[in-house]
């Protein structure tokens, strides 16, 4: 006998199911590494003015002390705070993990809801890895049902972050099938998120992956507690879907469930910038490389794009500020061209000099028919140069750095994180090798503790 | 000269620089009538599940004291969670008030942040009353200019509610006009709650009022620190309206801003129900009266309703809870004719009984061409009713029993207070009389204290 159950009700019952034993070694290795790497990009948040403002926020609203750790502030606060600074630290400097299908950030929603509730109720490392692969398995799901309509207008990050977060949540919780389902409800309709804020390169990326964490952990806790919320929040005629999608498919929610591993298609991001920005940069890279041009001798760089990549980076056209340039497409190939790679460093440092304008304003992008049919299961890289002595090159890459079979190595996720902590001062050197040895090894803790402790 | 604002930027401005003394004198009675019937309807939410599930979620995740007072624990803590519990206190036990034409609750998201905000800064009752007013005019006019397109799935209550309580915070807390529209963007890119929840009649529509006035008193206190929003939430291409609507009109966010009072034209809840039941139920109030009816006499009752009740009540054909059951058309009008109102001892007593359940069934909903036409500037309620002796009946109320042209007297208000407050327990008769004096002369108050303090 099969009992009907619906796209939302299997979820949930996956989500609340799932069993650190259930996890292939593959997966299991690969969430480690997703772990190092969203730690990296949570302390490179230490000292940006919108995380900062989200952190006194939380010092300002929120209790003294905690069982949870603050990581920017290296204070301790209550799991909710604890979650909310962290997510809205995690994103900031464009060096999170990004899953291409679903177009979604997993590690800056799902790890600071993991740690924080894994620190509050003493939790081993095999139970905070089981529930950060039901928020990736979950949120991945969530965004890639929502589709390409949804992407245009929502921040996927922020709404399927926020399913991702309640999954994570409420698999520590030890949540039900039940209590799952509820908590997805109360999650689902707090979901929200929206583009517009890029027009003007404001804030609100750190306040979406902020508000994702929080909201996630705050409907988990509620279902916890007994709190009910709507049974089919994902495809009800009145649920998420019919509100915020012109495209979704509920099959994509339940696919391949406990065989499929999402998880391990989540890629690591090597530029530091925008996602849509990376295989193009990639693909210049190989032609500057195979043909030892440098950067004055680019005429014209044409990116052969995917529509999102237009919708997201056409707006921004003279970028003001660091954050703003990476989502410039003409400022990343500029960058890439010139040092090789669009880092932490070379943003902070040329992002806005005369060689970097005068090469960015030399790019452009076109919509690509084979690059925009392939997104966003594969992100191609595509781009024409014309050199200044006439030649026209073609450069291609069929996966960017980071991307499941052009994956970085542990040493080179170590380094990455190390990278990020020494640009943004949150720790030092010592302090990083010492969680990152813990992180490593997270599987064997009984217990997840303090990863850094108060500051210096 | 003129200078080009966008919609967003004027609202915003209007918000930001409205002052006490810009309000009319009628206008200023109606706030403080407002605010005493919130008041009452926040006492009510005392005891109830989804309430004190939230209110023990702010417990655990917040400070054990603070500035502000949480009504229904009788307790104190940050403005942030005093607003989140009180939001959702206030619009459980479906008596607060309701704007017609934007279908929205001002009370429920605008004076849960006044009062928390007020307490924590030592405002004085004008500027408490001046910050409402702002809350109030932004709010209903996000909602109007969402439209009914966007009430067919979205709880406007929820969205536009979280730029009413940015609107109110950010009035308290002082912001200029570039502070304000920086607000409006970080509220209205969490703007957030679905209908979905109606069909298993879940706990959500409390968090979304809670969701509403937290995430919107966040907007104003980042905005405070610097934190940037979208310039355009509202009505840019990756905006609200984008996301939301289909039919949103820009010219209503500043519709006669400063001269057209929209707070005035709220309206106050007489039956315990969603709004959408109470023309129908006043019209069949009008019949029954008129020709001395008794319940058992109706054989048929056939609403004539605009299509935004049938969307919103239509999946609600057999109640299980008193919750569900005031969103059950059937159901009000049962208990309206058996008690001659609907109120909260009427439901929590018959809501389910063999009577009321009989008389139920025998209303059902028909679109109306007339209603819904004039729907939602007019709320018109048309019954046909059949009896058993043969008769056919029309019954016709143009303005429902607290609307601003048939509104509550103050005694009427004050008693629904009192009311309220015993029906939950949630103060005595002797305290509800003193914080109601303190909250007729609040205009007078020179700071904002407490209204209950500690529980007995």
């Not at 939302?8 to 190092?36: I, M, S």
């Not at 600074?85 to 993991?114: C, L």
Request: net charge negative.
């Amino acid at each position: 006998m099969t009992t009907l159950r619906s796209p939302t009700e299997t979820l949930a019952r996956f989500a609340a199911g799932l069993r650190f034993g259930d996890l292939p070694a593959p997966v299991v290795r690969r969430a480690e590494d997703l772990l190092v790497d969203w730690f990296g990009s949570a302390i490179a948040g230490h000292g940006a003015r919108p995380v900062e403002t989200i952190a006194a926020f939380a010092r300002e609203m929120g209790p003294a002390t905690g069982p949870s750790e603050e990581l920017v502030g290296r204070t301790r606060s209550s799991p909710y705070f604890a979650a909310l600074v962290n997510a809205a630290a995690s994103h900031v400097a464009e060096q999170d993990d990004v899953h291409n299908g679903s177009v979604f950030h997993p590690a800056t929603v799902v790890f600071p809801v993991a740690l924080a509730l894994a620190q509050a109720l003493g939790s081993s490392g095999e139970r905070l890895l089981a529930a950060a692969a039901a928020g990736y398995e979950v949120g991945i799901r969530v965004g890639e049902f929502l589709g390409r309509s949804h992407y245009k207008v929502f921040h996927t990050t922020g709404t399927a972050g926020t399913l991702a977060a309640a999954a994570t949540a409420g698999h520590l919780l030890g949540l039900d099938a039940a209590r799952m389902q509820h908590a997805f409800g109360s999650a689902g309709t707090q979901a929200a998120g929206l583009w517009e804020f890029l027009r003007t390169a404001a804030d609100s990326k750190q306040l979406h992956t902020a508000h994702a964490a929080a909201a996630g952990l705050m409907a988990a806790t509620l279902a916890r507690d007994g709190f009910t919320g709507a049974q089919q929040i994902l495809e009800g005629p009145q649920g998420m879907a019919a509100a915020m999608s012109h495209d979704a498919d509920p099959r994509r929610l339940v696919d391949g469930l406990g065989t499929r591993w999402a998880l391990a298609e989540t890629s690591f991001k090597f530029h530091a910038s925008c996602r849509h920005t990376h295989p193009a940069a990639d693909a210049l890279l190989q032609v500057v490389r195979a043909h030892g041009l440098r950067a004055e001798d680019l005429e014209q760089v044409t990116t052969h794009v995917h529509q999102g990549a237009i919708d997201v980076l056409g707006p921004v056209v003279d970028p003001a500020t660091v954050h703003q340039s990476k989502f410039s497409m003409g400022t990343v190939l500029a960058l890439a061209a010139r040092f090789g790679q669009a880092g932490l460093a070379e943003f902070e440092a040329h992002f806005s000099d005369a060689e970097t304008q005068a090469l960015r304003d030399r790019v452009r992008m076109e919509l690509d028919a084979e690059v925009d049919a392939a997104y966003p299961k594969r992100w191609i890289g595509k781009v024409t140069v014309r050199t200044r002595d006439g030649r026209v090159l073609q450069g291609r890459v069929d996966e960017p750095k980071g991307d499941p079979g052009n994956t970085l190595s542990r040493e080179e996720i170590g380094a990455k994180a190390l990278r990020l902590a020494a640009f943004s001062g949150g720790a030092s050197e010592a302090e990083m090798q010492a969680a990152l040895e813990r992180l490593w090894h997270v599987a064997r803790v009984p217990a997840v503790g303090m990863l850094l402790g108060p500051g210096p």
